[in-house]
């Protein structure tokens, strides 16, 4: 079944009774090229395994099954399933999960279904409303993935894989910049998708290249100082860092100075090193 054609998809749809969920960001892709270039590019291949975020009607997931030796997917509305159970018929290498992804032990999910694998890979066309927080999610738990290859609206692949140092730089940039190595592939248009969303998409990668480039010794401090830094982004992170910390200005500055931080200095002119030099003196105090 050829799941790129509007056509058929349409009558698949309305056979199954099923319509269009925008609380769930439910933007089908409808333009053949797309899914097999994501699932080349995350470096699906045989001997190799991947697991999806939000299969839909299954479009990306096929391309995955052709490529790994097992895919397994996990997608929150069980509405999808007689339909799934018709698109990915011919498929025996496809296991479905039906859950939240932001409420799903990940690390078990891997560990028990796909424990014999040395290489997984995660893709996805990611639900825009919890693009962020899937993302930390995946990264965060320190799955043993080689790499994330995900969809997003091209504002947030534009913030995630800034320069840190940047004006596009968040405190998102530096977490991802953190666990991995981002890359911007390639944008997608809005008409690539059934409905058409109002905005345009890029498809990132972050390389997760086993151990992460930067030490710190206390990485929950390490991202209060950079979620508190960013709290004001264009401004001047003294204030809003003393405040977060219930550090006085004066030794707050003193610390600065000594990582070669300006007192004055706004988050967006940090680079990763001295967010992390920063970091160690102060849980050095
Ligand atoms: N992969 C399909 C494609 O490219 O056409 C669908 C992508 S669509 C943008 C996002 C999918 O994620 C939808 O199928 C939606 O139901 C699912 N989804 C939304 N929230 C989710 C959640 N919290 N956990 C798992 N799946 C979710």
Do not use: W
Not at 134 to 163: G, H, S, Y
């Amino acid at each position: 079944m050829e799941l790129t054609n509007i056509n058929t998809v349409k009558d698949l749809l309305n056979r199954n009774g099923f319509s269009f969920s925008k609380a769930l960001g439910q933007n089908f892709l409808i333009n053949p090229s797309v899914c097999p270039r994501i699932a080349e590019n995350g470096g699906c291949h045989k001997g190799s395994a991947a697991i999806e975020i939000g299969t839909g009607i299954g479009v990306l997931t096929k391309e995955l099954a052709l490529r790994c030796d097992k895919v397994i997917a996990v997608e929150i509305d069980e509405r999808l399933k007689p339909i799934l159970d018709e698109t990915l018929a011919d498929f025996d290498n496809i296991e479905i999960v039906f859950a939240d992804v932001l409420k799903t032990d990940l690390n078990t999910l891997i560990r028990e279904k796909l424990g014999e694998y040395e290489d997984i890979y995660v893709c996805a066309n990611l639900p825009y409303y919890i693009t962020s927080p899937v993302i930390m999610k995946l990264l965060e738990e320190r799955l043993p993935v080689r790499a994330v290859t995900v969809m997003v609206q091209k504002e947030a692949a534009d913030r995630l894989c800034a320069k840190v140092g940047t004006r596009e730089c968040g405190a998102v940039t530096v977490a991802v910049n953190y666990y991995s190595v981002p890359e911007l592939l390639f944008r997608v248009n809005r008409g690539s998708f059934m409905p058409s969303p109002n905005v345009d998409s890029a498809v990132i990668r972050l390389d997760i290249g086993g151990k992460t480039k930067y030490n710190v010794s206390d990485e929950k401090l390490f991202f209060r100082i950079v979620r508190a830094s960013f709290s004001q982004r264009r401004k001047q992170m003294l204030n809003p860092l003393s405040a977060a910390l219930g550090m006085e200005k004066t030794e707050l500055s003193e610390i600065l100075v000594q990582c070669g931080i300006k007192p004055t200095a706004r988050p967006e002119e940090l680079k990763m090193e001295e967010f992390v030099a920063l970091c160690e003196r102060i849980s050095a105090k």
